[in-house]
């Protein structure tokens, strides 16, 4: 005790002089346009001037940051009114939406002045503020005693018009919100002229429900009715301690619908009310496919996986493919129930694929159709797999009764032709195709039993054409004949399995670092020679098997414990390219879409086949970036190799359900999806065009 009340006498004879001041990161300072009048209303600003890469926060500051705070000391009557801001910009870091300012900025505070006030010059008015300063990696709180002060208007233009300029104007009429299931639909009266270039609902309240709160992050929809917009905004599950109060159902909610260049919005206020359904879709693909009739989306992902089995993206299992139809000529009843085999074996996959997608992402993770190859185990466990067949192909080593491709018959039965179809399925799925895309894009955003319906459709398109020459004698009778040359056949097959398992590899550095790829490859050396030894026992009669598992184990156990040890990510990025591009990111979009030149995005992965293809045959040449350079037009890549949340988000609110997508947006006007499979003179008319 004696010694505390020392130390606190030690602390009390220190001057306060000798405290340190800290500069504030975002400078205030509080300004009335003019003097006030007597029973009229005066409006004050706070001015903030933030540093280079710093930000402040919108009254809701979204999924985080905090709102500001004002003790306001007026005269006795004087009274302060709600804080007006101006249209805050979208700003989404670690998967979390910002409600932010960036620049220079000003909020306007009405103050009421009696009638019976006495004023005489400036007012004795002061304020006690605090808010909460962020860059993209910290974030400081911040506060200033802030006395009033007159601006000096002079011969230049008054900051109180521009400050006015940049509030959203109030609609003159009022909206009407519902809530329906996991999203707040609201119908904001809007002439039907008014052009709605990438709207966005900025809502001031955060709790929506009594268990439901804004998710800010998710992306929005909306929909045109005549004079109305319709606008979807989702939200997210709120769990509460069972000692909170109840909560008291919304009498009205407000915000912004920005829209257009940054700082273009429309305030409004909604009350409870019926919202219309339907209309169309003005903004987000995935509004405009979640919106299209079912039977059109069963259709799509029919087309679209008979379409992938043309796709550049499906050419590594080309080879298990041909052994399929090589084999579909030896007997009818064969032919039929390996057909069915084939079709049920990839249906079930793209099903377990679609199922295991939606699931992840109902628990709040940001994935996107083949998710599965950003995972480096499944890479790894993929190689491994693809020396396997590339080995029974070649005719190391044979699996009795179940074979992908066994001696002789190559494989036969119905087991075979199952296990086929699950793995042409797995690995080529990575790339959405034309048709495909709009139905996976929906996908993600309609009912669990219509998802998976789309899923399902999507297999039995792959597999139609196998399917259709177990059941068609015509179409069996135009393939070659079964004989000995099958056997030369499946061992030219290795080849481009052989190939797919470097490229495996190589991904492999592209997602965890060399050293990763190098104890992948020795796992998966163990295990070649393993199956080597298997071969030679097995052409000598021999119990195989058990020597297998003797000389595969000791590289299986190496890898458990070395693979992980080994892993370091690599920051994507696409590597070189000629046209120099800007890494993708919301803020750099935005900020390259504000600068007023045309913008090309193009969103890739290493392990997408379809994407390499596009690159090489319209985007990296020198005609492309002379063109580009020609119109002034600004590049961008997002690199989805790796699983990024940013990139997800836009493919999602894009309709895509995975890559390629790009995007193309003309100088001053909203973005233009592209065809998925770019021609070579596409990007250079696109150039033309703006310069």
Wanted: aromatic share 8%.
């Amino acid at each position: 005790m004696l010694f505390a009340a020392l130390l606190a006498l030690m602390l009390a004879a220190v001057p306060l002089g000798a405290q340190p001041v800290r500069e504030n990161n975002i400078a205030a300072d509080l300004v009335a346009e003019s003097v006030p009048v007597a029973g009229q209303t005066m409006t004050v600003a706070l001015h903030f001037r933030p540093k280079e890469g710093w930000h402040g926060y919108w009254s809701n500051p979204g999924d985080a940051g905090l709102g500001m705070q004002l003790d306001w000391r007026l005269p006795p009557g004087w009274q302060a009114g709600e804080p007006q801001y101006p249209v805050p910009s979208k700003l989404v870091l670690a998967g979390l939406m910002n409600h932010v300012f960036k620049g220079e900025y000003a909020v306007l505070v009405p103050i009421t002045v009696p009638a019976d006030a006495q004023v005489a010059g400036v007012p004795p008015i002061s304020l006690a503020a605090q808010w909460l300063a962020c860059t993209d990696q910290i974030c400081v709180p911040e506060q200033a005693e802030l006395a009033l002060r007159v601006q000096q208007i002079g011969s230049g233009p008054n900051p109180f018009d521009a400050w006015r300029a940049a509030l959203p104007p109030p609609l003159d009429t009022t909206a009407r919100f519902a809530i329906a299931g996991n999203a707040l639909r609201i119908a904001i009266p809007l002439p039907a002229s008014m052009d709605l270039a990438s709207p966005h609902v900025f809502l001031a309240q955060d709790r929506i429900a009594a268990g439901k709160r804004t998710a800010y992050a998710a992306p929005q929809a909306f929909y045109r009715l005549g004079d109305l917009v319709v606008a979807e905004v989702p939200l997210a599950d709120l769990v509460l301690p069972a000692s909170s109060p109840p909560f008291a159902p919304l009498g009205q909610v407000s915000g912004i619908l920005a829209f257009g260049e940054a700082g273009n919005g429309i305030g409004f206020t909604a009350v409870p009310g019926d919202v219309p359904t339907g209309g169309e879709p003005i903004a987000g693909g995935g509004a405009a496919v979640s919106n299209a009739p079912l039977w059109t989306l069963i259709l799509a992902a029919l087309a679209g996986g008979l379409l992938l089995n043309l796709m550049p993206c499906v050419f590594p299992i080309l080879s298990l493919k041909a052994m399929t139809l090589a084999r579909a000529g030896e007997s009818e009843r064969q032919a039929r129930a390996e057909g069915l085999a084939y079709t049920a074996g990839v249906v079930l996959a793209c099903m377990a694929i679609g199922a295991l997608l939606l699931v992840l992402r109902a628990a709040g993770q940001e994935v996107g159709w083949a998710f599965q190859l950003q995972e480096p185990g499944v890479v790894v466990a993929l190689l491994v797999l693809a020396v396997l067949i590339t080995a029974n192909f070649a005719g190391v080593f044979e699996v009795p009764s179940f074979s992908f491709a066994g001696t002789g018959g190559l494989g036969k039965g119905a087991g075979s032709s199952f296990a086929t179809g699950l793995l042409a399925a797995f690995v080529a799925t990575p790339c959405t195709g034309p048709f495909m895309a709009a139905a996976l894009g929906a996908a993600l955003l309609l009912p669990p039993a219509s998802a998976m319906l789309l899923f399902a459709m999507l297999g039995l398109g792959l597999a139609l054409p196998f399917l259709a020459l177990g059941f068609v004698p015509a179409l069996r009778s135009r393939l070659p004949r079964p004989g000995p040359w099958m056997n030369t056949f499946r061992r030219v097959m290795a080849i481009p399995m052989g190939l797919t398992a470097l490229a495996l590899l190589w991904l492999l550095t592209r997602l965890g670092g060399r050293e990763f790829a190098a104890v992948a490859l020795v796992v998966t050396l163990g295990v070649l020679i393993a199956l080597a030894v298997t071969g030679r026992l097995q052409q000598r009669g021999k119990l195989a098997w058990p020597a297998f598992a003797l000389i595969a184990a000791p590289f299986v156990l190496f890898g458990a414990f070395a693979l992980p040890s080994s892993y370091s990510a690599v920051q994507p990025g696409g590597g070189a390219s000629l046209l120099d591009p800007v890494d993708y990111s919301e803020a750099n979009l935005a900020a390259a879409r504000a600068s007023g030149q045309p913008v090309f995005v193009w969103f890739t992965a290493d392990w997408c086949v379809t994407c390499k293809v596009n690159e090489s045959v319209a985007i990296e040449r020198e005609s492309t970036k002379a063109a580009f350079a020609k119109a002034g037009v600004i590049a961008m890549r997002g690199d989805w190799t790796l699983r990024n949340e940013e990139i997800t988000r836009f493919l999602t609110a894009q309709g895509a359900a995975g890559v390629p997508l790009y995007m193309w947006y003309p100088a001053g006007g909203a973005g233009e999806q592209l065809p998925q499979v770019l021609t070579p003179a596409m990007l250079e008319e696109l150039a033309a065009s703006a310069s």
